[in-house]
């Protein structure tokens, strides 16, 4: 083989390798959230009245209350 073919795969290797410890990072922090505990879900249905999760923010909803 050549040298620049060499060094081209050796890029898209250590490309890959990355890649998949970028992904098994990722992964095994989705599945390490939390859930929430039962006081937490009682806490949450005293004041939403509701012990449902919060719906997911809209796209260009603002986080903050409006004044």
């Not at 060094?7 to 250590?14: E, F, K, M």
């Not at 937490?40 to 260009?60: C, H, W």
């Amino acid at each position: 083989m050549s040298r620049p073919a060499i060094i081209v795969s050796a890029l898209l290797v250590a490309a890959a390798t990355v890649f998949a410890t970028g992904m098994l990072v990722i992964s095994s922090n989705r599945s390490a959230l939390p859930q929430m505990t039962e006081d937490q879900q009682l806490t949450r249905q005293k004041i939403f009245s509701s012990g449902d999760e919060l719906p997911p923010i809209e796209k260009g909803q603002e986080m903050r209350p409006r004044w």
